[in-house]
Structure formats: C-alpha cells, structure tokens
C-alpha cells in the first residue's frame, strides 16, 4: 500500500507549515553554531596553532592519542566479546524449563544490572586481589564490563528470541530436533538479526563506558587526553585544553560512526542472505533426518 494506515498523510497547508518548522529549525541551529563559533574565536580557540599541535609528530600527541584508541579499543573489543557470549549464556539459562537453572540465572541477571559499572571495575581492582586472583587495570576495565553488558544483552537476547514465533519452535520439535539445535539453529540466529541494532547500540555504550577506565589508572583515549592536558598545562597553561578534548571526543564519535555503519552492513547481508535461502533447499543434521525421504528439506 502507498499511504500509511496509522495517519493520514498531509495536506497542503501541513506540508507547508512542516516546511516552515524544518526552516525555523534549522535557523536556530545555525544561529546556535555560528555563536559557539564566534565565541571560541573571540577566546582563541580557533586559532590554527593551537590546532596544529594535534598533528605536529614532535609534539607526541599524535603518537599518544594513537596509543590511547589502541588501549581503548582493546579493551572495549576483548569485552564486547565476552559480554556477548556470557549474554548469551545468560539469555538461554533465563529460558531454562528447570527452575534450579532458571532463578539463579535471572537473580544473577537483575544484580549486574543493577550494580553500578563503576562500583563493579573498582570492586574487581581492589577486593579481587585480596582473595588471591591476580588484577591489573586491563583486567578490571574489562571484567567490570563484561559483568555488566553480559546482564545487558542477556535480556536483549531473551526477549529476541520471545518474539519469534512459537509455530517455528513448534515445528522444528516437530521435525525431532532437541532444544539445544532448536535454541542454536533456529532461534538464537533469528533473534540475533531482529535485535541487532539494539545489541550494536549497546556494544557502543560499552565503548564509550571503557572511559571509566581513567578512574582504575588505565591509559585509555580519555585518561590519555587527560595527561597531555596536565602535561601543557604545567607548560603552556590552558592553552591547548578545549582542542585535546575535542579531539578525543571526536575520536569516540568517529569510532561509533564506524561501528554503527558497520552494523547496519551486516544487517542488510543477513537479510539479503536470508531472502536469498529463503527457497534453497537445505540438508538436515543427521539426527533429525526422517523416515527415508533423504535429509533434504525447502526453506519456505
């Protein structure tokens, strides 16, 4: 259908009062800009030496801010994975027939969730070592967030996999698979692609929580940043503050641009591969294949 069954589409006069809105808007915003702008020039910030400290090799800026994404992303890669898989756990624990396995799980669940990421990192800092377990900052970082994403994104998978629809689990039962080939090949997938742009926009606040990092002593973008503030300052005064955290807040938001744009890629290969699937025939594990018709069977 062509027209929207939820409203009614606009008319002339809507259009027209819709055009003189975005108009409107957009003259606030650039009224906006342009007196941020004006201000920073009146203060000196815009001017292109205290920029061109950003890219001048001799300085080391460069060299640590590279260092810094390096170690940020670092850590923010190592928990994004285990935060996914223990999610996951988690998510197929929650939806457990046992209720041995499935009220610890949601306890465990509700209090990561509940607990502050930062209380989690400086708990794993300083008490953790008391009992034994070897802890550096690197560990800390990522164990506080994969603590805390893991409860996360296990309810993002649980609810994934509840909105897909009984009649698939039904038949793949039907076709004598256990639960385990039911929740791995029928339903986890299926619930991974509907929920991929809430995952992905949680992995990116995981990135932008690996900035606590600062807080444990562990030189990420941001406490990196922090440091050649500190450094010129005891220098150069204030002079290159507003541009080196600039420069980092910038830095944050390129990488989330990416991961995001990234995302929406595969998004848009799942569904193309599942279109294209959707009519081949495909072969069935062994321990399901029935009666003597062969393994094969048509994706409808």
Not at 55 to 84: I, R, W, Y
Not at 156 to 179: T, Y
Request: proline fraction near 4%.
């Amino acid at each position: 259908m062509s027209s929207s069954v939820l409203f009614d589409l606009p008319g002339p006069r809507a259009r027209r009062r819709q055009r003189l809105g975005t108009v409107l808007g957009a003259l606030v915003i650039a009224a906006l800009v342009g007196l941020v702008l004006y201000r920073l020039g009146a203060n000196g910030q815009l001017e292109g030496d205290r920029w061109a400290v950003l890219f001048d090799p001799t300085s080391g800026v460069p060299q640590a801010l590279g260092e810094g994404l390096l170690n940020t992303l670092s850590v923010a890669a190592v928990g994004m994975v285990l935060a996914t898989l223990l999610g996951a756990l988690l998510a197929v624990g929650r939806l457990s027939d046992h209720r041995w396995v499935r009220v610890p799980v949601g306890l465990v669940i509700e209090f990561f969730r509940a607990v502050p990421l930062l209380i989690l990192i400086l708990f794993c800092l300083l008490f953790l070592p008391t009992v034994g377990v070897p802890m550096t900052a690197f560990r800390a970082l990522v164990l506080g967030l994969t603590l805390y994403n893991a409860a996360v994104l296990a309810e993002i998978f649980r609810a994934g996999i509840l909105s897909v629809d009984r009649g698939q689990r039904e038949a793949a039962f039907a076709l004598g698979m256990r639960k385990t080939q039911v929740m791995t090949l029928v339903l986890m997938p299926q619930a991974v692609r509907r929920m991929l742009p809430v995952l992905v926009a949680q992995l990116v606040v995981l990135l932008k929580d690996s900035s606590l990092g600062f807080i444990v002593a562990y030189f990420e973008l941001l406490r990196t940043a922090r440091s050649l503030v500190e450094f010129f300052n005891f220098s150069f005064g204030n002079r290159y503050t507003f541009q080196l955290y600039v420069a980092a807040g910038l830095i944050y938001i390129v990488v989330n641009v990416l991961l995001s744009t990234l995302a929406k890629y595969v998004e848009k290969r799942t569904r193309r591969s599942a279109k294209a699937a959707a009519v081949e025939d495909v072969e069935l594990p062994a321990d399901v294949q029935m009666g003597g018709g062969g393994g094969a069977a048509t994706r409808v």
